[in-house]
């Protein structure tokens, strides 16, 4: 989905949404979605006797628990960074993309601060191709992405310093997905390229970290999928 300003007559431009807003605002459309719902219901009804008073108050608990989902902060302990991956997961199924994560170090962990944002149509396989030259799916693009954002946050801080997205996404091909690829024998590659085949490591990786509850690598990943996964497929 994607959204255009048609109609600013009305509309305001703000630094910061408070609370103290976002509550008015919230308040505003539920009297007004509630009126348009009576309205209907009283010329044409609602489909299943709903109401439309508690249609309106469901829609702003969906609102809510949505703006906590994108909005709330999580700690992860250092070795498990699979789960900044499982959270972006959700997110993206939302249909948010994720391409800023704020690191902020708390005791012995990591609070992981995600700053979602609404993106149109094949933006992932644009994206992707833009900074790697990698051509694929927006599925897998957007699963690869993840995992250049990843390596960026893991660069920056042993810099201690923001590392830009360009200069990552060179570091990720020659530090991540060319081990990754060139370990695979070429007879057991399938026909499939390369970024299909890490797009694959990159879910044995997932079904593994799950398994033992930490995060276990790219190179025993990449390891593991080659002699569990394309050998067993090939036989």
Request: glycine share 6%; aromatic share 8%.
């Given at each position: ?25 919230l308040e505003?459309?539920h ?56 959270r972006?997961g959700?997110l ?17 962990g990591k ?8 993106v ?12 790697t ?6 599925n ?15 660069l ?24 990754s690829v ?24 997932w ?9 276990v ?14 050998r067993?497929?090939?036989?």
């Amino acid at each position: 989905m994607a959204a255009y300003l048609v109609d600013a007559e009305t509309g305001e431009l703000l630094d910061d949404l408070t609370d103290h807003r976002r509550e008015f605002d919230l308040e505003l459309a539920h009297t007004n979605i509630a009126g348009d719902l009576m309205d209907l219901d009283a010329s044409v009804g609602l489909p299943g006797q709903l109401d439309p008073i508690d249609l309106a108050d469901s829609l702003l608990v969906r609102y809510e628990n949505l703006w906590a989902e994108l909005t709330r902060s999580d700690v992860f302990d250092p070795e498990d960074q699979y789960l900044i991956e499982k959270r972006i997961g959700r997110l993206n199924e939302l249909g948010f993309d994720v391409e800023e994560m704020e690191i902020t170090t708390v005791d012995n962990g990591k609070q992981v601060k995600m700053v979602p944002r609404v993106v149109e149509h094949w933006h992932h396989k644009r994206r992707l191709a833009s900074l790697t030259g990698l051509q694929v799916q927006e599925n897998q693009a957007r699963r690869l992405l993840n995992s250049l954002n990843r390596y960026r946050i893991i660069l920056s801080e042993q810099e201690g310093r923001d590392v830009p997205l360009p200069v990552a996404a060179y570091r990720w091909i020659s530090e991540v997905f060319n081990p990754s690829v060139q370990i695979i024998p070429h007879d057991l590659k399938g026909g499939l390229d390369d970024a299909e085949l890490f797009h694959e490591i990159l879910e044995h990786r997932w079904y593994l970290s799950e398994e033992r509850h930490q995060d276990v690598g790219m190179p025993y990943a990449a390891q593991s999928y080659v002699d569990n996964v394309l050998r067993q497929r090939h036989h």
